[in-house]
């Protein structure tokens, strides 16, 4: 069983930083893929971040430049570095993980960019 555990969301003005946090727990592997999707109202799923156990990575093109995903292997937690926060960030953000042909996802942290 994997269990993932987000943190960090909140309310932020335009141009801000927020960092979030997720903590995997359970049967991990040591080879596996973490990242973030992010879903707003009234649109799809879209990819954010995502992260190798070597910590290659791979950035939406909304987000590119302006954030950061890393990985700590010991703690099995990944973080997303947001800045220069737009209200186009404004979404329900979602981590997960694959391994083993097999994804997981968290419940979701809620990111609200406004003034």
């Known amino acids: 069983q994997v269990q993932l555990v987000e943190s960090g969301g909140g309310l932020v003005q335009p141009g801000g930083s927020l960092r979030l946090s997720c903590a995997a727990s359970?049967?991990?592997?040591?080879?596996?893929?973490m990242g973030w999707y992010r879903q707003a109202p009234g649109k799809q799923r879209e990819m954010v971040a995502t992260?190798?156990?070597?910590?290659?990575?791979i950035y939406g093109d909304s987000v590119k430049g302006r954030f950061t995903i890393s990985r700590d292997n010991a703690k099995k937690t990944v973080y997303l570095q947001m800045n220069s926060l737009k209200p186009e960030d404004t979404a329900v953000y979602y981590c997960?993980?694959?391994?083993?042909?097999?994804?997981?996802w968290g419940q979701g942290t809620q990111v609200t960019v406004s003034s």
């Open positions: 997960w993980l694959s391994q083993r042909g097999v994804n997981y």
């Open positions: 359970g049967s991990i592997d040591s080879v596996n893929l």
């Open positions: 992260i190798t156990s070597l910590r290659g990575t």
